[in-house]
């Protein structure tokens, strides 16, 4: 369903029940399927990339890589990962659906947001650091590595959430850092990593 198809069958819809809230009438279309069809194969192959990324990284570091494929990983922790990606997609959908804006300035909004180049940016940057850190990990804990600290880029761009992560010191990996993180990204566009502490 494109987006014009998408915003007016919402319009329809609003008009013959009226009072309808768009999140709970987004459910039940399906445009939460076409999304995660058009992203799975893209966000796949950049987590595959970047997990091994994460394997090279954490056996420079460590020494014995890990045994678990980038496969193994993108099925164990995919299928979470892009739908917390889509969701946060269909929750700016229902806002722009339900601000009262015309049918013009809805489509106009809708694929202004699905079409954002630097929010595609943004999502390819946070999952490569989702996936790296994942990898990583999984060369620390076959290596029996269970200390880590947090690091940063260590420039202008760091945010003080994350200077206050790195700042805390080592950590058991799993307890988490003072904003409450077990592990990198702590937010959209981090460009973090766990080292060994």
Excluded at 156 to 169: I, R
Aim: hydrophobic share 45%; net charge negative.
């Amino acid at each position: 369903m494109g987006v014009a198809a998408l915003v007016s069958a919402w319009f329809a819809a609003e008009a013959a029940e009226g009072g309808l809230v768009a999140a709970a009438w987004l459910s039940s279309q399906p445009i939460r399927g076409e999304l995660e069809a058009r992203l799975w194969p893209v966000l796949q192959r950049l987590w595959g990339t970047a997990y091994h990324l994460g394997i090279d990284a954490g056996t420079q570091v460590a020494g014995t890589p890990a045994t678990h494929s980038p496969d193994e990983l993108v099925e164990a922790s995919g299928r979470t990962w892009i739908t917390e990606i889509v969701q946060t997609r269909l929750d700016r959908i229902a806002r722009i659906l339900g601000s009262g804006l015309s049918r013009a300035e809805t489509e106009r909004e809708i694929g202004d947001m699905l079409g954002n180049e630097q929010s595609a940016e943004m999502i390819a940057q946070t999952e490569v650091t989702r996936a790296v850190s994942a990898g990583a990990h999984q060369v620390y804990r076959a290596n029996g590595i269970y200390n880590v600290r947090w690091q940063t880029e260590d420039d202008a761009k760091v945010c003080p959430v994350c200077m206050a992560n790195e700042a805390a010191g080592p950590r058991f990996y799993g307890n988490p850092f003072p904003s409450g993180a077990i592990a990198p990204p702590q937010h959209p566009m981090c460009r973090c990593a766990l080292l060994p502490a």
